[in-house]
T-cell receptor, first 114, second 111 residues
Framework: SQTIHQWPATLVQPVGSPLSLECTVE??????LYWYRQAAGRGLQLLFY??????ISSEVPQNLSASRPQDRQFILSSKKLLLSDSGFYLC?????????????FGPGTRLLVL | QKEVEQDPGPLSVPEGAIVSLNCTYS??????FMWYRQYSRKGPELLMY????GNKEDGRFTAQVDKSSKYISLFIRDSQPSDSATYLC???????????FGTGTRLTVIP
């Protein structure tokens, strides 16, 4: 069966500091991978998605970036965090055929920028 | 207008009640519909996945899709305190990767 991991679970960072959140998927190959941010009352906002190694699509312009160095690894980064970057970050995966199946979510990382 | 509208609640019901959760949408291209359950401080968990119009039943859960009205529902029978969570609807068009989510309805089932 497939498993998706995210770490850290919780992170408190000062404004202006860098960020690196990691997501890995087990039990499948060549998944589509997604980063979402969830803010209270605003639902899930898609930030990035990737259909393969080194292939990243950005949905929302911001000071965040994503990378996919390995098939089942997806990283969310920032060089300088803003207060507005606080939120619950979720990684998700879906099967490798575009538009097929649905998305399965990881446990999330709660980020607080102070 | 948002692509997907969902009443945020909160919704409180007594144990054993039938719960009805709903979403409306504006994009007629949506063909795949999902319901996720999210416990506090956890990631969303897929509950139901349906294609096009019709009903789908899984245990105490029934998902309904009415494409003519652009309206989807999730019914929970014999609700339990363990059903207390936020329920998110999501949908996408055929061939698309991106899901469009409702903002979620917070449900509390009172013992």
């Amino acid at each position: 069966s497939q498993t998706i991991h995210q770490w850290p679970a919780t992170l408190v960072q000062p404004v202006g500091s860098p960020l690196s959140l990691e997501c890995t998927v087990e039990g499948t190959s060549n998944p589509n991978l997604y980063w979402y941010r969830q803010a209270a009352g605003r639902g899930l906002q898609l930030l990035f998605y990737s259909v393969g190694i080194g292939q990243i699509s950005s949905e929302v312009p911001q000071n965040l970036s994503a990378s996919r160095p390995q098939d089942r690894q997806f990283i969310l980064s920032s060089k300088k965090l803003l207060l507005s970057d606080s939120g619950f970050y979720l990684c998700a995966w879906s099967r490798d055929r575009p538009g097929q199946g649905t998305q399965y979510f990881g446990p999330g990382t709660r980020l607080l920028v102070l | 207008q948002k692509e997907v509208e969902q009443d945020p609640g909160p919704l409180s019901v007594p144990e054993g009640a039938i719960v009805s959760l709903n979403c409306t949408y504006s994009n007629s291209a949506f063909q795949y519909f999902m319901w996720y359950r999210q416990y506090s401080r956890k990631g969303p968990e897929l509950l139901m996945y349906t294609y096009s119009s019709g009903n789908k039943e899984d245990g105490r859960f029934t998902a309904q899709v009415d494409k003519s009205s652009k309206y989807i529902s999730l019914f929970i029978r014999d609700s339990q305190p363990s059903d207390s969570a936020t329920y998110l609807c999501a949908m996408r068009a055929a061939g698309a990767n991106n899901l469009f989510f409702g903002t979620g309805t917070r449900l509390t089932v009172i013992p």
